[in-house]
Structures are given as structure tokens and as C-alpha cells.
């Protein structure tokens, strides 16, 4: 039983991992200076905060839940401001459902 927490947990990490290389490499590749600076001021580091978190398993639900829903609504300011960035909100939203179970809510 204290296996599925473990993949959970490993599944959410590598989530967030993979969330924040696409995050870089479309930064990179369109160079929009004013949704990079977003994503690379305020979206990243919560993000990497939140792995961290989660990895040395120090984290309050509400400092979690604060951090993600945060992220989500920074994407959605950058999804009003060009829609092709919507796959990204997609992708923050699974993972705040995917946080709220981690954290058991």
C-alpha cells in the first residue's frame, strides 16, 4: 500500500519536470519577451518550489494549494494574452488536481 503514494509522488515530479522543459524550450523558440518573463519570474520558480516541496515532504496544504493556484492563474493571464499557451493552463490544471490528491484533497 505505501507503494502507490511513492508513483504518485514520482509521477507528479516528473510532471512538474516535464511541465517546466516545455515551458523553457516554447520560450526559446518564440521569444515573446513579455509571457517568458512571466513564466520565468513568477510560474517557474513556484513551480520548482513546489517539487522541491514535495520532495523533501515539507509542505503545508495551504502553502501548496496557494503556490499552484497561483501558477494557474499567471497561465491564464498568458492564455488571455495568446491563446496558443492554452495547452499549458490544460497541463497546470491536471497538475493542481494531481497536487490536491498528493496533499489529500
Known amino acids: 500500500m505505501k507503494e502507490k503514494p511513492k508513483i504518485l509522488t514520482e509521477n507528479l515530479l516528473n510532471e ?4 517546466v522543459e516545455d515551458i523553457q524550450i516554447k520560450s526559446v523558440l ?10 520565468a519570474e513568477k510560474i517557474i520558480p513556484l513551480l520548482l518550489e513546489i ?9 503545508t496544504q495551504h502553502d501548496l ?8 492563474a499567471s497561465t491564464s493571464d498568458i492564455v488571455d494574452i495568446d491563446s496558443e499557451y492554452a495547452p499549458f493552463y490544460s497541463r497546470m490544471r491536471v497538475m493542481r488536481e494531481n497536487i490536491f490528491q498528493k496533499i489529500g484533497n
Open 51 to 59: 517539487k522541491t516541496s514535495i520532495e523533501i515532504e515539507f509542505f
Open 16 to 19: 512538474i519536470d516535464l511541465l
Open 30 to 39: 518564440d521569444q515573446k519577451k513579455k509571457i517568458n518573463t512571466i513564466f
Open 65 to 72: 494549494r496557494e503556490k499552484i493556484n497561483f501558477c494557474l
